[in-house]
């Protein structure tokens, strides 16, 4: 047990649920919620991650991609632990379950009622399934070719934070357009961390990461693109949502971020970027909670009526 929930990169969950916290609250705000959308829609994209992750390890494990070369922790296939043929059935039964977890997702958000919305989400929670698995497995993985940074942002990101709220609202609201590109652009920042780390080994066996493609020199300029333009949109988002001084307490995640800017800068050597992963998984992690929070309260008020 212990070596699949390695192989399920626990570190990884929280980053994935960011936009379902930020989708869900900001629907709570506006008098919208419904604890059985909320758990299955956590339940639905966990499951998405883990996914990729055991993908992830299956192709990059049978390709030979992860070896003695790669910087980070070894994979489960990579050290043996366990066999592809595993691997795979765990995949099998986690496309399965998460499947499962979408369908009544989509049930407890429409029920019968709108059946049009109900093959939309359909569609887009099959899209998942298979983007997640071919990430990097098969002869066309589009990780292996610099498509992973899509992915991540349309799935994380805008399908997480906008369908979640949809579900919720039957609506679109462009305001959550903000957050959700924000929260996309930190997972993509995650992924980017992960490439720029593995950049060497990835370079010699074939993967075309867009770290790979671009350098590792302008790789660092990508990062901080995507981790300062989202700190920025997550303000315009309080300031266009008429945020009182003390909601503004989401940016306490703004300074481990800034943190993790300098470490980035200031790094000459990949493997010291792994720790980083975690940081700014983390970070938005928090991000997300304190501003789903700030959606719902003041922190004044609740100083007053709780302290």
Request: proline fraction near 4%.
């Given at each position: 047990m212990k070596h699949w929930v390695e192989a399920a990169r626990v570190r990884t969950l929280p980053l994935s649920v960011s936009g379902i916290i930020v989708g869900s609250f900001y629907a709570m705000s506006q008098g919208m919620f419904n604890w059985n959308i909320v758990v299955f829609a956590l339940l639905t994209t966990l499951g998405l991650q883990i996914l990729s992750n055991f993908a992830n390890d299956y192709g990059?494990?049978?390709?030979?991609?992860?070896?003695?070369?790669?910087?980070?922790?070894?994979?489960?296939?990579?050290?043996?632990?366990?066999?592809?043929?595993?691997?795979?059935k765990a995949m099998v039964l986690t496309s399965a379950i998460t499947l499962l977890f979408a369908v009544l997702l989509i049930y407890f958000a429409f029920k019968d009622h709108y059946l049009l919305y109900s093959l939309i989400f359909f569609v887009l929670g099959i899209l998942a399934i298979a983007s997640a698995i071919r990430y990097t497995v098969g002869k066309g993985a589009y990780g292996y070719r610099g498509f992973g940074d899509v992915f991540v942002f349309v799935f994380f990101g805008l399908v997480s934070t906008f369908g979640v709220y949809f579900m919720f609202s039957k609506s679109i609201d462009w305001l959550l357009l903000l957050p959700a590109i924000a929260i996309g652009f930190l997972s993509v920042g995650v992924l980017n961390l992960n490439n720029m780390r593995d950049e060497a080994s990835d370079r010699k066996?074939?993967?075309?990461?867009?770290?790979?493609?671009?350098?590792?020199?302008?790789?660092?300029?990508?990062?901080?693109?995507?981790?300062?333009?989202?700190?920025?949109?997550v303000l315009?988002?309080?300031?266009l949502n008429d945020?009182?001084?003390?909601?503004?307490?989401?940016?306490?995640?703004?300074?481990?971020?800034?943190?993790?800017?300098?470490?980035?800068?200031?790094?000459?050597?990949?493997?010291?970027?792994?720790p980083e992963?975690?940081?700014?998984?983390?970070?938005?992690?928090?991000?997300?909670?304190?501003?789903a929070l700030c959606l719902i309260f003041f922190i004044s008020d609740v100083v007053v009526n709780y302290v």
């Open positions: 990059d494990g049978v390709k030979g991609t992860d070896n003695k070369d790669r910087v980070g922790p070894m994979r489960a296939i990579q050290s043996g632990v366990i066999s592809p043929a595993a691997m795979k066996s074939g993967k075309n990461t867009l770290v790979v493609k671009m350098g590792g020199a302008a790789a660092k300029k990508y990062h901080y693109f995507l981790v300062i333009s989202a700190m920025i949109l315009v988002f309080a300031f945020f009182h001084f003390d909601q503004y307490i989401f940016v306490v995640a703004y300074f481990p971020m800034i943190s993790h800017l300098i470490t980035v800068y200031r790094n000459q050597n990949p493997k010291f970027l792994d992963l975690k940081k700014l998984a983390i970070s938005t992690f928090l991000l997300a909670v304190l501003l």
